[in-house]
């Protein structure tokens, strides 16, 4: 289970660090925004907004629109906030999962936040009761392949299996099941890379950074012995520090008759 409080916390605690490591967050938000091909969207909601780079995109490219944004943490909040004065934007505190949606949109959007969600399918139904009859559904989240190098590199490290949150984020298979099950016209995009970090403690600090660590991997349990046996081991099994990103980008309608 998906430990909500704990990444709330993780997010408080670095927030002020996001921007510097967010490369791969900020990819995907590029990614969204070049779908979005309608440019009547009149009311946006961005569910999980963080420091607010993929509001800023949506701003940019709807600038007529009545734009809210929303994310669980008060310190990645109280950056967007700093980053989006002067754009119209309201930002608020809290939990896109649970909230109550008070207006209907004609987009309801999310860069990179889903894949924490603890009932993703109930979630959605909710948006799906938010959204205006043939509003957009359009979100990205990361996939249970993400990180799997360095999962492999730490159950060998600790002989044992070692369980990382993103082994538990949700597939595809599960991902479309849900939409299906709600929306109309469901779209699904895989896009899978890797990423070489110069070093472990890079990689590490990447994850640390920018959330992506959830509830787990206590990276201030990682002493000197165990990053040299784990930068060994890496060595041998890839050569250089990388790993795999695996990301969705999922687009549904709700329909016209609703």
């Not at 998906?2 to 660090?17: C, L, V």
């Not at 070049?34 to 961005?46: A, C, G, P, S, V």
């Not at 009545?66 to 004065?85: H, Q």
């Not at 894949?115 to 139904?125: C, G, P, S, T």
Request: proline content about 1%; hydrophobic content about 35%.
């Amino acid at each position: 289970m998906i430990e909500t409080e704990i990444i709330k916390q993780n997010f408080d605690r670095y927030a002020e660090y996001y921007d510097s490591y967010s490369s791969v967050q900020d990819h995907c938000g590029a990614k969204l925004a070049d779908m979005l091909i309608y440019n009547e969207f009149k009311r946006i909601i961005d569910v999980g907004c963080g420091t607010g780079n993929y509001t800023r995109l949506l701003r940019n490219k709807f600038p007529n629109a009545a734009i809210k944004a929303v994310d669980i943490s008060e310190k990645m909040v109280d950056v967007a906030r700093r980053k989006l004065s002067l754009q119209k934007i309201d930002i608020i505190t809290a939990d896109a999962e649970t909230m109550s949606l008070e207006e209907d949109f004609d987009l309801i959007t999310s860069n990179a936040c889903f894949q924490w969600f603890e009932d993703l399918d109930a979630a959605l139904l909710k948006y799906y009761d938010g959204l205006k009859a043939g509003g957009v559904l359009l979100f990205s989240a990361f996939g249970p392949e993400t990180f799997r190098q360095l999962r492999d590199c730490l159950s060998k490290s600790y002989k044992k299996d070692v369980t990382i949150s993103s082994g538990n984020f949700i597939s595809k298979e599960q991902i479309r099941k849900i939409l299906e099950n709600h929306f109309d016209h469901v779209e699904i995009k895989e896009e899978k890379f890797n990423e070489i970090y110069d070093s472990l403690w890079e990689l590490l600090s990447t994850i640390k950074y920018t959330g992506t660590r959830g509830a787990g991997l206590n990276l201030e349990g990682f002493g000197k012995d165990r990053m040299k046996d784990l930068e060994k081991i890496y060595a041998a099994e890839f050569g250089r520090i990388e790993v795999t990103y695996q990301i969705y980008y999922c687009k549904a309608r709700k329909r016209e008759s609703a």
